[in-house]
Nanobody
Framework: QVQLVESGGGLVQPGGSLRLSCVVS?????IGWFRQALGKEREGVAC????????HYAHAVRGRFTISRDNAEDTVYLQMNSLKPEDTGIYYC????????????????WGQGTQVTVSS
């Protein structure tokens, strides 16, 4: 079983930046970042393949968010720039077998989440 621990969330003003971290333990193949706003379904944000580093982004965050990995440290990052109020939510990282998918059902193990609030 893969264990994941997120950190780095917080309160930021619109237009600001945050970097989320996800420390992973156990054997994993692909890591995805997801978010869930109050009263809404969980949605995929970005994912990265451990094998070749290929990435995939949701349309809503493309050009603003960047996912990266440090295999030596078993950590995956989500750099979030130009944040908007609609980016507010709990952000989760998750591990799955299939690359380049943001389908929630394709991920098996999840972290506990970290809150991101974008507000003035």
């Amino acid at each position: 079983q893969v264990q994941l621990v997120e950190s780095g969330g917080g309160l930021v003003q619109p237009g600001g930046s945050l970097r989320l971290s996800c420390v992973v333990s156990g054997d994993y193949y692909n890591i995805g970042w997801f978010r869930q706003a109050l009263g809404k379904e969980r949605e995929g944000v970005a994912c990265i393949s451990r094998r070749d580093g290929s990435t995939h982004y949701a349309h809503a965050v493309r050009g603003r968010f960047t996912i990266s990995r440090d295999n030596a440290e078993d950590t995956v990052y989500l750099q979030m720039n130009s944040l908007k109020p609609e980016d507010t939510g709990i952000y989760y990282c998750a591990s799955g077998l299939y690359p380049n998918t943001l389908n929630v059902r394709a991920y098996d193990d999840w972290g506990q989440g970290t809150q991101v609030t974008v507000s003035s």
